[in-house]
């Protein structure tokens, strides 16, 4: 019986098959966020906190790079950051009025995760996980936060639409 008739190697070649086979249509299954993004504060819930009046997010995406570059204005005037991060799992360093924030971006199959922590000086450390989705075939970006911290935890989510 040659190698190929081996049920162990058989066993083995499927196994290795149906492997690639997943990690490209996990691949394939990742939108790509480039593009002008608008915050629709009637469908968002800011929870406890009081929401921006107004937010766009001009995201450049090239996985594993991702750029975001957010203006927003509101109760604390009106302000711009700009974050690069990658999407791979490393850690990502982003100077903000906060100060240095380190963050860790991955896929969970189609959701970006972003997940950092904040020392407020008003509140202590803050810990935020980030969970983007888009919808609409691409036209709707949802961003859902968990904020843990001082003194309870915090949800809210943010619904923009692609411009």
Known sequence: MGTF????????????????TAISLAAMARPNLTGTWTLDPAKSDFGPMPGPSSMTRVITHDDPALAIKTTQSGQ???????LKYTTDGKESVNTTRMGDVKSVVSWDGDTLVVK???????????TFVERWSTGDGGK????????????QPIDRTLVFTKE
């Open 76 to 82: 604390r005037g009106e302000f711009t950051t700009e």
């Open 140 to 151: 709707s970006m949802t961003v859902k936060t968990k904020i843990t911290g001082p003194p």
């Open 5 to 20: 008739m081996k049920p162990g190697f058989r066993s083995a070649l499927l196994l290795a098959t149906l492997s690639l």
């Open 116 to 126: 950092y922590k904040i020392d407020n000086p008003n509140a202590g450390e803050l």
